[in-house]
């Protein structure tokens, strides 16, 4: 089975850095997304890890650790517009469907 | 990425009858899925639309139900087919782009309220 937990909610202030974790158990292992939710919107792609490391863009970066079925979130310099919701999925195969996480609500304040 | 439409954006529906959502990629996509996602919920695929074959269903979902076409590689459609007040959802198109890695995009989404 496919098993993926994140944290519910989170609070950070404007121009700080946050860290979202991500730890999943799935049977087979083909990438794991984050994705960016604002409410009432349709989830925006953010990134895609397939091998173990950190990947940088932007403001936000991802880390992977497929040994520890682990990955985080790092969001820099934190704007309000950053107030959103993240999604952790991964993917278990190559032809397989994502299986989300429940979401991290953030909260950027002033 | 790829650009991805849907219509309608949203519609208000009665009991009982049904709606047929649009989803038109600007490039051909290995895959097309559709996603539910019901308030305050994670997203929930309901199906993988497969060019010209019928399309592969989660546990949960049948096709009676939630009909999809995919003619060609670049469209699908899904149908909510005798709607009930719990079809009240979001329902999202997704394609899965070989050429980026395998990077996975949303469409916008359609709002569903069935009354």
């Known amino acids: 089975g496919q098993n993926i937990d994140q944290p519910t909610e989170m609070t950070a202030t404007e121009g700080a850095i946050v860290q979202i974790n991500c730890t999943y158990q799935?049977?087979?292992?083909?990438?794991l997304f984050w994705y960016q939710q604002h409410a009432g919107e349709a989830p925006t792609f953010l990134s895609y890890?397939?091998?173990?490391g950190l990947e940088e863009k932007g403001r936000f970066s991802s880390f992977l650790s497929r040994s520890k079925g682990y990955s985080y979130l790092l969001l820099k310099e934190l704007q309000m517009k950053d107030s959103a919701s993240y999604l952790c999925a991964v993917r278990a195969s190559t032809a397989s469907k994502l299986t989300f996480g429940t979401g991290t609500r953030l909260q950027v304040t002033l | 990425s790829a650009v991805i439409s849907q219509k309608p954006s949203r519609d208000i529906c009665q009991r009982g009858t049904s709606l047929t959502i649009q989803c038109q990629v600007d490039?051909?996509?290995?895959?097309m899925f559709w996603y539910r996602q019901q308030p305050g919920q994670s997203l929930t695929l309901i199906a993988t639309a497969n060019q010209g074959s019928e399309a592969t269903y989660e546990s949960g979902f049948v096709i009676d139900k939630f009909p999809i076409s995919r003619p060609n590689l670049t469209f699908s459609t899904l149908t909510v087919s005798n709607m009930s007040p719990e079809d009240s959802s979001i329902y999202l198109c997704?394609?899965?782009?070989?050429?980026?890695?395998?990077?996975?995009?949303f469409g916008p989404g359609t709002r569903l309220t069935v009354t």
């Open positions: 490039s051909q996509v290995t895959m």
């Open positions: 799935t049977s087979g292992f083909n990438g």
């Open positions: 890890n397939v091998l173990d």
């Open positions: 997704s394609v899965l782009v070989v050429a980026r890695r395998g990077e996975q995009y």
